[in-house]
């Protein structure tokens, strides 16, 4: 790798084929019929936080509103319930990326907790606003898992750019 002593390490450029896949991915697994409870962690929501901290000009509000749309139209809630909390969640992502990405994993995690739980807080007032009933206190363990997959989801959605490039013969580094 190229690493001095103390350094964080040099990251490749990631393939725009890989951060479209791994959302679409996202978006499947969150269409899997296993039932929904208050307390499921949005992987989805978690996967455009992603995308939109660390890469903002090309993910962004435009691709979180089509993502929450596709949501909306999945599970039959109210049309723009997820479009509108996926858009403020890039919307916060991208405001806040170039602080969040000096810091460590750990204290990113922390850092994005208030964004997951806004997305809860404004799917749970649409919600309710249109007439369905309130999910329970269970809802704010979602965001507390959410916060907690973080680390997991930047090791795995990283680690592309993480490979060692292959070695040229007419470039040292």
């Known amino acids: 790798m190229i690493m001095r002593p103390g350094q964080q390490q040099l990251l490749l450029p990631v393939s725009p084929l890989f951060m479209w896949a791994s959302l679409i991915a996202a978006l499947l697994v969150n269409m899997i019929p ?5 307390w499921t962690p949005d992987l989805l929501a978690l996967v455009i936080v992603f995308w939109s901290v660390h890469q903002p000009a090309r993910i962004g509000i435009g691709a ?11 599970q039959t ?3 723009g319930q997820h479009a509108l909390s996926y858009t403020m969640l ?4 991208i405001m806040i990326h170039r602080r969040l990405l000096w810091y460590p994993v750990i204290s990113q995690a922390l850092q994005v907790l208030p964004l997951f739980a806004l997305s809860h807080l404004i ?5 309710m606003v249109g007439g ?3 999910p329970g206190w269970t809802i704010l363990i979602s965001p507390a898992i959410e916060t907690v997959l973080w680390p997991l989801v930047s090791l795995a ?9 292959e070695p040229d013969a007419n470039r040292p580094l």
């Open 34 to 38: 296993v039932g929904r409870a208050a």
């Open 64 to 74: 979180a509103f089509m993502f929450g749309l596709l949501m909306d139209v999945h």
């Open 77 to 79: 809630a109210m049309l």
């Open 90 to 93: 890039g919307f916060f992502a």
């Open 123 to 127: 799917e749970v007032a649409i919600r």
């Open 132 to 134: 369905g009933i309130f």
């Open 157 to 165: 959605l990283l680690a592309p750019q993480r490979r060692t490039p």
